[in-house]
Nanobody, 124 residues
Framework: QLQASGGGLVQPGGSLRLSCTAS????????IGWFRQAPGKEREGVSC????????NYADSVKGRFTISRDNAKNTVYLDMNSLRSEDTAVYYC???????????????????WGQGTQVTVQR
């Protein structure tokens, strides 16, 4: 089961690092995607990384501000979020997929099960 953590309350312009881990299983061999859902809005894809870490993809809204990375030795994928804006406020979820072709579309409809998310709130 995937679990996202690291969320919190931060002021505009601030930074947070989210982590995605898998309890009782490994992320080896899986691409990982980050998605988010703001209040009253549909879940949207934010970023993804391939199993080996060599491919990354970002939504236009976060390009240049967010960085995805992974440490397979720690069985963890990170999302470093900088220059945060109020519109980044959302619950963030991570998703695993062996198919990079599917994952890189960052399409919420491709996934039925979602693990625990983490709340990110950006406000003064």
């Amino acid at each position: 089961q995937l679990q996202a953590s690291g969320g919190g309350l931060v002021q505009p312009g601030g930074s947070l690092r989210l982590s995605c881990t898998a309890s009782g299983s490994t992320l080896d061999g899986y691409g990982i995607g980050w998605f988010r859902q703001a209040p009253g809005k549909e879940r949207e894809g934010v970023s993804c990384i391939s199993a080996g870490g060599g491919y990354t993809n970002y939504a236009d809204s976060v390009k240049g501000r967010f960085t995805i990375s992974r440490d397979n030795a720690k069985n963890t994928v990170y999302l470093d979020m900088n220059s945060l804006r109020s519109e980044d406020t959302a619950v963030y979820y991570c998703q695993a997929d062996r198919s990079l072709l599917r994952l890189r579309r960052l399409h919420r409809g491709d996934y039925d099960y979602w693990g625990q998310g983490t709340q990110v709130t950006v406000q003064r």
